[in-house]
């Protein structure tokens, strides 16, 4: 059973426009929830992250949105640049800021094109 | 700091033979855990230690997968006899307090 869900394998947007990346889970216990980026032959990075009490994170060109009673997130990258290139996964943890196992989405492609 | 170190970054072995991966966590960390990516089932958790002990390992495939973890500074996933749908990306990634994961830069195994 998937609790954490990318339903879009892929995406492509213009340089300069916003590009959406959507993650739905199913597990209302869910606390804390990451975005990582992998580029190819690497192993993914921690991108940015958000606590169940906020709706909202901001690191520059990047945003997450939390809909709690949607059990969605998104991630928001405005503007794209051709360096966002890469596969962007999802992640989320029951319990925050006590490590432990993160449940990962299955990534979604994003392509920016000049 | 190095971040975390995977070896080999690549293998190449047949069917039935024993592969060993290796992986040196950040210093200081007292999570280590194990991933596996593939097409279908993106990044699955295989197993994790803290402080050495292995804490779940539910996700790990079958009997032929066995992880070690002897120090707090190097641990092994081992897969015995390989199998040619053993073929994926394996990861390593370390941890401390927060939620923040540490991944290495993997391992590309290809069993034929």
């Known amino acids: 059973d998937q609790q954490v869900k990318q339903n879009s394998p892929s995406l492509s947007v213009q340089e300069g426009r916003i590009s959406i990346l959507n993650c739905d889970y199913t597990?209302?216990?869910?606390?804390?929830f990451l975005w990582y980026k992998k580029y190819p032959a690497e192993g993914p990075t921690f991108l940015i992250s958000?606590?169940?009490?906020?709706d909202k994170n901001e690191d520059g060109r990047f945003t997450v949105f939390l809909n709690k009673s949607a059990k969605h997130l998104s991630l928001h990258i405005v503007p794209s640049q051709p360096g966002d290139s890469a596969v962007y996964f999802c992640?989320?943890?029951?319990?925050?800021?006590?490590?432990?196992?993160?449940?990962f989405g299955q990534g979604t492609e994003l392509s920016v094109k000049p | 700091d190095a971040g975390v170190i995977q070896s080999p970054r690549h293998e190449v072995t047949e069917m039935g033979q024993e592969v060993t991966l290796r992986c040196k966590p950040i210093?200081?960390?007292?999570?280590l855990f194990w991933y596996r990516q593939t097409m279908m089932r993106g990044l699955e958790l295989l197993i994790y230690?803290?402080?050495?002990?292995?804490?779940?390992d539910s996700g790990m495939p079958e009997d032929r997968f066995s992880a070690k973890m002897p120090n707090a500074s190097f641990s092994t996933l081992k897969i015995q006899p390989s199998e040619p749908r053993d073929s994926a990306v394996y990861f390593c990634?370390?941890?401390?307090?927060?939620?923040?994961?540490?991944f290495g830069p993997g391992t590309r195994l290809t069993v034929t």
């Open positions: 990634a370390s941890s401390w307090v927060g939620n923040e994961q540490y």
């Open positions: 597990n209302s216990m869910f606390d804390y």
């Open positions: 958000i606590s169940s009490i906020k």
């Open positions: 992640a989320a943890s029951p319990v925050y800021n006590q490590g432990g196992k993160l449940i």
């Open positions: 210093s200081g960390h007292d999570y």
């Open positions: 230690f803290n402080n050495n002990v292995p804490i779940d």
